[in-house]
């Protein structure tokens, strides 16, 4: 019985040494499993992080080269870095609010009888010269004011019916016979003063003003009120219809220039206003600055001023007169 108990448990003690192995390879085969899986998730992670992370460098340098206005092909990297830094610095320290400027301008009177001188036709008879200068203050990157005066030379044509018709092509002849006698030559036009009182909004949309690294060219629109005052109209080459002796004006209220029967044309007084006036006047435009040093920039714009009717002195059917003005000048940072 002892012995037949003992190979009993020997076998029993087999089995379990047998059942015991087999666990323990499942165990190990099941812990070779998981270690195999959680190896190809990392492996996933990590290669999923890895070209996360080089897409963001490429974005970076991508950036980087923008705002460093480096190039592909560029062979000194350093300079490129240096120049971005100095760019910085730009927009830090350029940035003063007030400002002084000054422009000489070109002008064009768009009102009665515009259609009487085209500029491509009477091109130098038509524009004006003038000089203004101006201050004021940007209260940010994006918004300021400016108040300025000016003086320009403005120009005008009596209408086309009066000089072609009537001034240039009628002659007269003296009493008791003589050559015809020509009354005028010129192009009818007439100069007058103006003097411009005006305040501007200046509006920053280039969308520069906000950046986070320093552009020189900002667009500006303007947008403001003014005062024209303009003076006494003058005609151009007027001395050649006073040099015809023996004329006189008539006091009559058509202020035709008449002598005895001879025939009779309009004056410059009964077609222009000759006196001075003053006007309210809207102003529009868009200027360009450049700002080339810390101190200066030089600046382009185009303005105009709608004002009433009587302001070069034909009050005709438009309602209003236009004053364009294209001006270039530099304004002084403070």
């Known amino acids: 019985m002892l012995l037949t108990m003992t190979a009993q448990a020997q076998e029993t003690k087999t089995e379990a040494e047998r059942a015991a192995e087999a666990a323990r390879k499942a165990a190990a085969a099941a812990a070779n499993a998981r270690r195999e899986a959680a190896g190809e998730q990392r492996l996933a992670s990590e290669d999923f992080w890895r070209i996360a992370e080089e897409q963001e460098r490429a974005k970076k340098a991508e950036k980087d080269r923008k705002e460093h206005k480096t190039r592909a092909h560029s062979k000194d990297p350093q300079a490129d870095s240096l120049r971005w830094v100095a760019n910085r610095m730009k927009l830090n320290t350029w940035n003063y609010k007030w400002f002084a400027g000054g422009n000489l301008s070109v002008n064009f009177c768009f009102a009665d009888n515009v259609t009487d001188h085209p500029p491509f036709r009477y091109f130098s008879d038509a ?101 024209l005052a303009s003076g006494k109209k003058k005609l151009k080459d007027a001395g050649q219809m006073g040099s015809i002796p023996r004329w006189e004006e008539e006091g009559n209220n058509q202020g035709w220039l008449t002598k005895d029967d001879r025939p009779w044309f309009p004056s410059f007084e009964n077609r222009v206003k000759p006196g001075s006036h003053v006007g309210i006047a809207g102003r529009a435009g868009i200027m360009f600055d450049y700002r080339f040093s810390k101190s200066m920039s030089a600046n382009l714009e185009l303005t105009g001023s709608v004002t009433d009717d009587k302001f070069e002195g034909i009050k005709y059917d438009e309602p209003f007169d236009i004053l364009l003005k294209l001006s270039g000048g530099v304004k002084w940072h403070f």
């Open 127 to 227: 524009l004006g010269l003038g000089v203004e200068g101006y201050v004021g203050r940007y209260f940010s990157k994006k918004f300021g004011m400016r108040v300025g005066l000016g003086y320009h030379n403005v120009k005008n044509r009596v209408d086309r019916e009066t000089v072609d018709e009537g001034w240039r092509h009628m002659q007269m002849t003296p009493a008791g016979g003589g050559e015809p006698v020509p009354i005028y030559t010129g192009n009818g036009f007439f100069r007058f003063g103006v003097t411009e009182l005006y305040t501007d909004a200046i509006f920053d949309v280039s969308g520069l003003a906000s950046a986070r690294y320093f552009k020189p060219l900002h667009i500006h629109i303007l947008l403001g009120v003014g005062m």
